[in-house]
T-cell receptor, first 109, second 115 residues
């Protein structure tokens, strides 16, 4: 069974702070996706990373795929209250998508 | 609105009962996936259908079953319900068969409470 460990599980910060959340596994993935889920809604895809070492930027969000394609990180610069939500990573291998349990981020005004 | 429609949004029932959750995929998507989300287990893959055929099975209990109809909508049937089945049930759709290679679009979920 492939497991994706996300850390931290909970993160509460003030508006304007920077943060990084992590997604780690002992398994190699062909690609990795990051989703954000808000209360009462389903997860929404933020980005897909495919190549080891790949870095993608989405406004204030920076996503990195590890060189060995086993881990990933999400860095948010100058967090805003609108960034509040559950951040999920999902690894793809053999056509299966496995989700981590997520990091619940709260950005306080 | 993601384009994936799930009904009902909320459902409260008793142990031992049976319920059916319904999903209409995004227009043009042929694959439908069902996931269960709980606080302790996170988002767990249950089953995938592509164009009416079962394509992949995850941690789906024998008390649960699903199908995808010719019009591509899908239903998840949960029977002999137990307290532990209380969870959010999400449907997602994608264009193709390989969940890893495709973008999943999720519905808003059906919250099931078993009393």
């Amino acid at each position: 069974t492939q497991l994706l460990e996300q850390s931290p599980q909970f993160l509460s910060i003030q508006e304007g702070e920077n943060l990084t959340v992590y997604c780690n596994s002992s398994s190699v993935f062909s690609s990795l996706q990051w989703y954000r889920q808000e209360p009462g809604e389903g997860p929404v895809l933020l980005v897909t990373v495919v190549t080891g070492g790949e870095v993608k930027k989405l406004k204030r969000l920076t996503f990195q795929f590890g060189d060995a394609r086993k881990d990933s990180s999400l860095h948010i610069t100058a967090a805003q209250p609108g960034d509040t939500g559950l951040y999920l990573c999902a690894g793809s291998s053999n056509y299966k998508l496995t989700f981590g349990k997520g990091t619940l981020l709260t950005v306080n005004p | 609105d993601s384009g994936v429609t799930q009904t009902p949004k909320h459902l409260i029932t008793a142990t031992g009962q049976r319920v059916t959750l319904r999903c209409s995929p995004r227009s043009g998507d042929l694959s439908v996936y069902w996931y269960q989300q709980s606080l302790d287990q996170g988002l767990q893959f249950l089953i995938q259908y592509y164009n009416g055929e079962e394509r992949a099975k995850g941690n789906i209990l024998e008390r649960f079953s699903a199908q995808q109809f010719p019009d591509l909508h899908s239903e998840l049937n949960l029977s002999s319900l137990e307290l532990g089945d209380s969870a959010l049930y999400f449907c997602a759709s994608s264009a193709g068969t390989a969940s890893g290679a495709n973008v999943l679009t999720f519905g808003a979920g059906s919250r099931l409470t078993v009393l």
